[in-house]
């Protein structure tokens, strides 16, 4: 997913504009409610390591969020040093129901970009 789609997506959903922070602090300020949306999108040959998530997972589970892969399926922390099977990313959101609509809003301009 590039740039122009993920700001489009984004528009979509009404979403402010994003925040660039470069670490993992982007857990807390969901669990904070400082945000509502933290999308990392794969990349090729990069495999994302569990000790940079698993906390925050947890942090944010514990505040009533939600975390899974960009396909909607839970993190899988069981396999090993890395997070396996993460052909399209990583999203976190601040609940349930705009995590769904994030998933859905992610699967369509998956599809529709031909990836």
Same mark, same amino acid.
């Not at 400082?34 to 942090?59: P, Q, S, T």
């Given at each position: 997913m590039n740039t122009s789609s993920v700001r489009k997506l984004l528009g979509e959903m009404s979403i402010k504009q994003?925040?660039?922070?470069?670490?993992?602090?982007?857990?807390?300020?969901?669990?904070?409610?400082?945000?509502? @949306?933290?999308?990392?999108?794969?990349?090729?040959?990069?495999?994302?390591? @569990?000790?940079?998530?698993?906390?925050?997972?947890? @942090?944010?589970?514990?505040?009533?969020?939600?975390?899974?892969?960009?396909?909607?399926?839970?993190?899988?922390?069981?396999r090993g040093i890395y997070l396996e099977g993460l052909d399209r990313g990583i999203i976190a959101s601040s609940g349930a129901i705009l995590h769904e609509k994030i998933i859905k809003a992610v699967d369509a301009s998956w599809d529709s970009s031909n990836l």
């Open positions: 994003p925040l660039r922070v470069y670490s993992m602090v982007k857990y807390a300020a969901i669990a904070r409610g400082d945000a509502e @949306i933290f999308m990392k999108f794969a990349r090729a040959g990069y495999k994302e390591k @569990i000790w940079d998530h698993a906390a925050g997972v947890l @942090i944010i589970q514990e505040a009533g969020g939600m975390v899974t892969d960009a396909g909607g399926q839970p993190l899988d922390f069981s």
